[in-house]
């Protein structure tokens, strides 16, 4: 079964690469480019969650979406009536998928321990968090977090020794009620 798995990569990987591929190997060098380029220049091993927000920011120059700024007269407006000013920017959606292939590229160079994985930093995701957020809120879309769907379970029946009892703590429960809100 293993060998069978091993020649189905092999195969595929001495055919063209899948679009996905393509688009990863393109991205990955332009973000060498980009730290080739950065005053002063930067290797990769010195490079932080910092340098990649700075990345998708030299990246918004480029971006083709309309973000309306709080003074504009179409701020929330879905579908404004006419053209302005406001600044084009990379969309909330691009800069994701592209974190994700980054994210994917540093792996498989061997970049190192997944906390030294510069696309997967805190900041990145805060940062795509804003973006996301106010792209919403510039074109009055709010973004509504897809819930996750709990499994059913069969109603279970309680017993003296459940922990149902007052002062006691339910440490599953507190678990999925946790989980669930944090998702």
């Given at each position: 079964?293993?060998?069978?798995?091993?020649?189905?990569?092999?195969?595929?990987?001495?055919?063209?690469?899948?679009?996905?591929?393509?688009?990863?190997?393109?991205?990955?060098n332009?973000?060498?480019?980009?730290?080739?380029?950065?005053?002063?220049?930067?290797?990769?091993?010195?490079?932080?969650?910092?340098?990649?927000?700075?990345?998708?920011?030299?990246?918004?120059?480029?971006?083709?979406?309309?973000?309306?700024?709080?003074?504009?007269?179409?701020?929330?407006?879905?579908?404004?009536?006419?053209?302005?000013?406001?600044?084009?920017?990379?969309?909330?959606?691009?800069?994701?998928?592209?974190?994700?292939?980054?994210?994917?590229?540093?792996?498989e160079?061997?970049?190192?321990?997944?906390?030294?994985?510069?696309?997967?930093?805190?900041?990145?995701?805060?940062?795509?968090?804003?973006?996301?957020?106010?792209?919403?809120?510039?074109?009055?879309?709010?973004?509504?977090?897809?819930?996750?769907?709990?499994?059913?379970?069969?109603?279970?029946?309680?017993?003296?020794?459940?922990?149902?009892?007052?002062?006691?703590?339910d440490v599953?429960?507190?678990?999925v009620?946790?989980?669930?809100?944090?998702?």
């Amino acid at each position: 079964m293993e060998g069978e798995t091993a020649a189905k990569v092999a195969a595929s990987s001495s055919s063209s690469p899948s679009r996905y591929e393509s688009q990863k190997r393109r991205d990955w060098n332009t973000f060498l480019q980009y730290l080739k380029n950065h005053k002063p220049p930067l290797s990769l091993s010195r490079c932080s969650g910092a340098h990649v927000i700075e990345f998708l920011k030299y990246l918004d120059q480029f971006g083709k979406t309309k973000v309306h700024a709080g003074p504009c007269p179409f701020f929330g407006e879905p579908n404004p009536p006419a053209q302005c000013t406001c600044p084009l920017r990379q969309a909330w959606g691009s800069l994701d998928a592209l974190i994700g292939r980054l994210r994917a590229a540093f792996e498989e160079i061997g970049g190192g321990l997944p906390e030294a994985n510069p696309f997967a930093a805190k900041a990145v995701r805060i940062y795509l968090k804003e973006v996301r957020e106010t792209q919403a809120k510039a074109r009055g879309i709010p973004y509504d977090k897809k819930k996750r769907k709990r499994p059913t379970t069969p109603a279970a029946t309680h017993t003296a020794g459940d922990g149902d009892h007052a002062g006691g703590s339910d440490v599953g429960a507190a678990l999925v009620v946790s989980a669930a809100t944090t998702v």
